[in-house]
Every structure is written in C-alpha cells, then in structure tokens.
C-alpha cells in the first residue's frame, strides 16, 4: 500500500473505529447512556432535527448573529487597527486602554451589554461585536508595526508618498498577520454567541442546547455539538479561501504537521 | 551637458566649456564632511567620521570596509533615507523628470506581495510615469535581466539569485542619476554571485550610470569598480583608494589575471587590520601600518 494511501486509510478509519468503540461501549453498558448517548441515536436525532427544520432555524439565527457582530467587529477593529499601527501618538496613548480591556473575557460583560441593550438580537450582536474587535484591533495594530523595515525602506527609497506607502506597502505587508487575527475573533465569535444564547436568549444553537439540558435529552445537545463543530469548520475554511483571494502570492498551505516520520 | 558616460576615468575628459575657459567635469557626486552620530545607551557612537568621496559621471564606485563601519549608513545618507549629523552630499542631476538616485537592495527587499511586473515598474509608478511609457520600460528590463516569462511570478515562485534580478531591474528600470547598491549580492551563494556579477558589468555597460557600491567581498569590488574605497573600522572614513584598470567592458575573466590577484592582496592587506579592529581583538605588536593613497 502507498504512503499515502494508508495515512488516508487511517485519517478514515480511526475516527470510524472510536465512533464504533463509543456505540459499543454505550451498548454494553461501560458508557452511562444517560451522559453518552449512543452515536446511533445521536444521528438518528441529528437527521430527525435536521428534517423538521428545528436546527436550521436555530442555527441561521446564530449564524446572523455571529455574522453581523463579525461585520461590525472586524470592520472598525481592522479600521482602528490601521490608524493606530501608523499613527504613533495614538498608539502609544490606546495602547494600555486596549490591552486592558483586551484581557477583561467578554462574556464578563455580557449582563452590562445586556442592560444597554436590552434583550434583543442588539445585545448579541453587540457582544460578538465587541469580542471580535479587541481581538482584531489589536492583531491589526501589530501587523502594521510589524511589517518589515526593509520594505518601508524600499518603498521610501523609489519615493512612495504616505498614501503611497499606506496602499503598495503597509496595507500589503500587514494583510497575512490580520488574516490571523480574523480567524481568531472568528473563533471567539462562536464562543461568545453559544454562551450570549445560553443565558439570555429563546432562540440559537446555544439556547438549543442549553434548553436540551433542561429537559434532560442529550442526544439533542450532541446534535447541537455537531452544528457548532461544522460552524467552526466552515468559518475557519471560509477565512482562510478569502485569505487566498485576497493574498494570492502567499505560500500555499503547508504539508500538514506532524509529518516527518515517513520514513 | 555633454554626454560623457563614454568615459571610464575623470583623467580622460577635461570638459571644455568654451575655447578660453577650461572647467573640470563637476563630479556626479560631491559627499563633503558627512558625519553620522547615534545617540547610543551611554554615550553617542560616531558611525561615519567626516566623509569626503567625490563620484564622477558614469564611474562605477565600490565601497568596502569591515562589517559595522557605516558603509551602508553612508549610502542610507547619499539616497536621503536617514539625515546626516553633519555635512553635506550633492547629487547633479541632469535631465529632470529623472530620479537622482535608486537603490538596490539585498534580495529579500522586493515585495513578496507583487509580481515581478509590479516590483519592477514600482519606482516609475511612484511617481507617476505614464503608463505606456512606465509599462514598456518595465518590460524591457524584465527582459534584460532574463524574466520575460516570469513577468507575472511572485517573489516566493523564484530562486534568490532571481529575485535579485529583479531588485536590480526594479532599479534600473527607474532610470535614475545615480545607482546605489547595497551589498546586492551579500545574501546569495557564491555561484549565483558570480553569475550575477558578469551579468552587471554586462547590464551596467549598456548605459554606464554613475554607481556607488557597497560590498564586504573585495574581489567583487575590483571586477565591478573603477575605483576601490576602503572604509576603517568603526567610526568609519576613507583610509585608502584603490584604482581598477581593466579595460571595459569587463568579464569575469580578469579575475585569472595575475593584476587582480595582486591587487586583491593589496586591499586585504589594509583591510585586514580593520577586520580585526571591528572584532575587537588586539594584535601583537599591533600598530597601524602605514597605507597608501589617502582618499
């Protein structure tokens, strides 16, 4: 068998093989089916939920929740970002403020956003908003100190002017490290609007899970589980296919780690 | 202003500007007195102590020294990109519209984010050449340095030695007064470095601009220079001139001549003691010998 073929076999099947132990293991009594519902019944709910529509409501509320706050977030968290890693003054004078609240976690504050904003859909956008922008800004910030000398140097050199500089070197050079940055408060996005939807919402996969627990159904929540882990999934590809879109002479993606043993 | 890129030495050409008053060619370049002081930790560090060097119109000017003696803040200070502490440097341009000066870089100074289209027409972007005139230029540069067909490749698809092909056509491309390069080859393996090395004299001999040249390699000093200047070890200043003879244009060959080799002696001779003075480390007996032309 080729290498390749058989790191695929494996990827495939050790994933199959653990499902397969848990079923088994629920069946014969080792696993409390009352925590660890048997993965049988989890895809039977999961297709069941699917079919009545119930987690694709839930899911498109959280999807425009995070998708909004995101927007607002990243927008003005990238925006601010760019002013404070050019502008000296500026940075040197927010820089302790962000930082600091940068540490505070944002489901911290979520009773105060709350009471701004009362407990409509405002107040989850507002939180997943203000998550990703501290994550942003100060991503942004950095990837602009960040860029290489050299390249100012250059383009001071064949005489860019300041906007310039902004658009052919700055922006450019800073454009990989805020891509990370995105990706990160993406990340967050989802963290926050689960926990926003656990306490204060009647609507979201959070709520559905959180309501699941309530009425004791767990092979709910691990159909809930599911829709997160396929969300996550799906923003970090998203991310990253607008990243190359944006950034085509970037290396592509490196041989996956962990490699070095085929020998 | 007459041409005379034609000339190698400054000996050759009085330019004379009317039958009853002879005037020297004024140099391409006038560095007078240039001084560089940091303010360090403790105590200010004196980079470039009082630097004089004239460059005449079309000479081909390398710079070497030990590694910290300021050689490359002198050319950051010749392009305008950091003020001196004193003194002064004077560039004439002649045509206007021209850029005084463009500076080549080590290979990693290209823009990773540009095709090597976009980093070549850079410069006459930046200020604005019109875009037929700026995108045929690039073209033909981009085919002088042998991309043609890897005009729309980015930086990270090309070898070093590739990359700096195209830092130098992104310069020449500009055509600018004056040439400034910075240890160009500093960072590329010694093949690729003799490679490119023919592959200048060949492209500088085209249009034969003024050139000032920084370099730590002697040997890549005397078969791309007219003129040698050996910089002392920090505070760095001229110590000592050295004229290259060979004819023009040059190939690699000179370097199997028996001239080159003496002569590359010659310059490790009054190198070495600044080599070993920009380490730190004290010699035996070790007084400063003394050194032949004064800059």
């Given at each position: 068998?080729?290498?390749?073929?058989?790191?695929?076999?494996?990827?495939?099947?050790?994933?199959?093989?653990?499902?397969?132990?848990?079923?088994?293991?629920?069946?014969?009594?080792?696993?409390?089916?009352?925590?660890?519902?048997?993965?049988?019944?989890?895809?039977?709910?999961?297709?069941?939920?699917?079919?009545?529509?119930?987690?694709?409501?839930?899911?498109?509320?959280?999807?425009?929740?995070?998708?909004?706050?995101?927007?607002?977030?990243?927008?003005?968290?990238?925006?601010?970002?760019?002013?404070?890693?050019?502008?000296?003054?500026?940075?040197?004078?927010?820089?302790?403020?962000?930082?600091?609240?940068?540490?505070?976690?944002?489901?911290?504050?979520?009773?105060?956003?709350?009471?701004?904003f009362g407990l409509g859909e405002t107040s989850k956008i507002a939180i997943v908003a203000i998550a990703t922008f501290f994550i942003i800004?100060?991503?942004?910030?950095?990837?602009?100190?960040?860029?290489?000398?050299?390249?100012?140097?250059?383009?001071?050199?064949?005489?860019?002017?300041?906007?310039?500089?902004?658009?052919?070197?700055?922006?450019?050079?800073?454009?990989?490290?805020?891509?990370?940055?995105?990706?990160?408060?993406?990340?967050?996005?989802?963290?926050?609007?689960?926990?926003?939807?656990?306490?204060?919402?009647?609507?979201?996969?959070?709520?559905?899970?959180?309501?699941?627990?309530?009425?004791?159904?767990?092979?709910?929540?691990?159909?809930?589980?599911?829709?997160?882990?396929?969300?996550?999934?799906?923003?970090?590809?998203?991310?990253?296919?607008?990243?190359?879109?944006?950034?085509?002479?970037?290396?592509?993606?490196?041989?996956?780690?962990?490699?070095?043993?085929?020998? | 202003?007459?041409?005379?890129?034609?000339?190698?030495?400054?000996?050759?050409?009085?330019?004379?500007?009317?039958?009853?008053?002879?005037?020297?060619?004024?140099?391409?370049?006038?560095?007078?007195?240039?001084?560089?002081?940091?303010?360090?930790?403790?105590?200010?560090?004196?980079?470039?102590?009082?630097?004089?060097?004239?460059?005449?119109?079309?000479?081909?000017?390398?710079?070497?020294?030990?590694?910290?003696?300021?050689?490359?803040?002198?050319?950051?200070?010749?392009?305008?990109?950091?003020?001196?502490?004193?003194?002064?440097?004077?560039?004439?341009?002649?045509?206007?519209?021209?850029?005084?000066?463009?500076?080549?870089?080590?290979?990693?100074?290209?823009?990773?984010?540009?095709?090597?289209?976009?980093?070549?027409?850079?410069?006459?972007?930046?200020?604005?050449?019109?875009?037929?005139?700026?995108?045929?230029?690039?073209?033909?540069?981009?085919?002088?340095?042998?991309?043609?067909?890897?005009?729309?490749?980015?930086?990270?698809?090309?070898?070093?030695?590739?990359?700096?092909?195209?830092?130098?056509?992104?310069?020449?491309?500009?055509?600018?007064?004056?040439?400034?390069?910075?240890?160009?080859?500093?960072?590329?393996?010694?093949?690729?470095?003799?490679?490119?090395?023919?592959?200048?004299?060949?492209?500088?001999?085209?249009?034969?601009?003024?050139?000032?040249?920084?370099?730590?390699?002697?040997?890549?000093?005397?078969?791309?220079?007219?003129?040698?200047?050996?910089?002392?070890?920090?505070?760095?200043?001229?110590?000592?001139?050295?004229?290259?003879?060979?004819?023009?244009?040059?190939?690699?060959?000179?370097?199997?001549?028996?001239?080159?080799?003496?002569?590359?002696?010659?310059?490790?001779?009054?190198?070495?003691?600044?080599?070993?003075?920009?380490?730190?480390?004290?010699?035996?007996?070790?007084?400063?010998?003394?050194?032949?032309?004064?800059?």
């Amino acid at each position: 068998m080729s290498g390749e073929a058989r790191d695929r076999l494996l990827a495939v099947g050790a994933p199959v093989l653990l499902i397969a132990l848990w079923e088994g293991a629920v069946r014969v009594g080792l696993l409390d089916a009352r925590f660890f519902p048997p993965p049988s019944l989890v895809i039977a709910t999961f297709g069941r939920l699917i079919g009545d529509g119930t987690l694709v409501r839930h899911t498109v509320v959280s999807v425009v929740r995070v998708l909004g706050g995101f927007a607002i977030g990243a927008s003005s968290g990238i925006a601010a970002g760019l002013l404070l890693g050019t502008i000296r003054p500026l940075r040197v004078a927010l820089d302790p403020v962000i930082s600091a609240l940068y540490v505070l976690p944002k489901v911290a504050i979520l009773p105060l956003v709350m009471l701004i904003f009362g407990l409509g859909e405002t107040s989850k956008i507002a939180i997943v908003a203000i998550a990703t922008f501290f994550i942003i800004i100060i991503n942004t910030t950095a990837a602009v100190v960040g860029v290489e000398p050299i390249y100012l140097e250059a383009g001071r050199a064949f005489g860019a002017r300041r906007l310039q500089m902004f658009a052919h070197i700055i922006l450019p050079g800073a454009l990989p490290a805020i891509f990370t940055g995105l990706r990160l408060a993406l990340g967050t996005a989802l963290i926050v609007v689960i926990a926003a939807e656990f306490v204060a919402a009647q609507q979201g996969i959070g709520y559905f899970i959180w309501f699941a627990w309530n009425t004791l159904r767990p092979e709910e929540m691990f159909a809930g589980f599911i829709v997160i882990s396929t969300l996550g999934i799906l923003s970090y590809a998203a991310v990253r296919w607008i990243g190359h879109r944006v950034m085509p002479w970037q290396e592509d993606d490196r041989t996956p780690e962990g490699r070095i043993d085929h020998g | 202003m007459p041409d005379s890129r034609l000339h190698g030495s400054p000996s050759a050409e009085e330019w004379t500007a009317g039958a009853q008053n002879p005037k020297p060619m004024p140099p391409k370049i006038v560095i007078s007195n240039v001084a560089k002081v940091y303010q360090g930790r403790r105590q200010p560090v004196v980079a470039l102590d009082r630097v004089s060097l004239h460059v005449d119109e079309g000479e081909f000017v390398c710079v070497v020294g030990p590694s910290g003696c300021g050689k490359s803040t002198l050319l950051r200070i010749v392009a305008g990109l950091i003020p001196q502490t004193s003194g002064e440097v004077t560039i004439t341009g002649g045509d206007r519209g021209k850029p005084l000066h463009s500076l080549v870089f080590q290979e990693y100074a290209i823009f990773p984010w540009k095709t090597v289209f976009e980093n070549v027409v850079f410069g006459l972007e930046m200020r604005g050449a019109p875009r037929a005139a700026r995108e045929a230029a690039a073209q033909d540069w981009i085919g002088r340095v042998g991309l043609r067909d890897f005009a729309d490749a980015y930086p990270r698809q090309l070898s070093g030695g590739m990359r700096q092909r195209v830092g130098i056509a992104r310069a020449f491309a500009n055509d600018p007064e004056v040439l400034l390069m910075d240890e160009p080859l500093g960072a590329l393996d010694a093949q690729t470095r003799l490679l490119l090395m023919d592959e200048l004299l060949r492209l500088w001999d085209a249009d034969r601009k003024t050139v000032v040249y920084i370099t730590h390699d002697i040997e890549e000093a005397i078969l791309l220079g007219d003129r040698v200047v050996l910089m002392t070890a920090r505070p760095g200043k001229p110590k000592a001139t050295f004229t290259v003879s060979f004819a023009r244009p040059r190939g690699i060959e000179v370097m199997a001549s028996p001239e080159f080799a003496s002569l590359s002696y010659r310059i490790w001779e009054a190198l070495r003691d600044e080599a070993i003075a920009s380490m730190g480390i004290r010699t035996v007996g070790g007084g400063r010998r003394g050194m032949e032309t004064r800059a």
